[in-house]
């Protein structure tokens, strides 16, 4: 197997299992987040928009059942729905502000953990974990892209 491939096997629940924190429920934070909310803004980025259809595919729902969590999302003012640029018919889906406040504030990763993990590197070091896992999320959020593309 391809040594980079088994290296992100072995890497990403590391990191996961040192900061993942016990789930919270949606009435008990002011985000008001359920867990399908979280992981619906968690694919949202603030400038590389996506449409609901690819969206819904990706999670693996019915348009449908993906609308009114958008509705709500969008009077949270979590997200920000736009026409796309490609088709004018269909909408574009991107992170606001707020929207990543949310996840920050709801995310399964402990801020705390994280910053104690961050605190063994120095700053040369953070800056290229940084770079590669912004390379990661950018690689991912192409494939997506592709995938969905072509369904």
């Known amino acids: 197997m391809n040594t980079d491939i088994e290296c992100v096997q072995r890497c990403y629940p590391q990191i996961y299992l040192a900061c993942h924190k016990r789930h919270v429920r949606a009435a008990s934070t002011v985000y008001r987040l359920s867990a399908r909310d979280s992981s619906i ?3 949202l980025h603030p400038e590389a928009p996506i449409t609901p ?9 019915r348009g449908s059942t993906l609308s009114a969590a958008i509705k709500r999302l969008e009077r949270l003012n979590y997200l920000r729905r736009a026409k796309a640029a490609h ?5 574009a ?7 990543a406040k949310a996840i920050s504030a709801t995310s399964v990763l402990d801020p705390e953990r994280v910053a104690a993990v961050l ?11 940084m770079d590669g896992l912004e390379l990661l999320a950018k690689a991912s959020r192409k494939l997506m892209s592709e995938i969905n593309s072509g369904e």
């Open 41 to 43: 803004l968690v694919h």
């Open 53 to 61: 259809t690819a969206l819904a595919a990706h999670l693996g729902v």
């Open 87 to 91: 088709d004018r018919r269909s909408a």
């Open 93 to 99: 889906l991107t992170l606001t502000p707020q929207g």
């Open 119 to 129: 605190s063994n590197l120095n700053r040369a070091q953070i800056s290229r974990a």
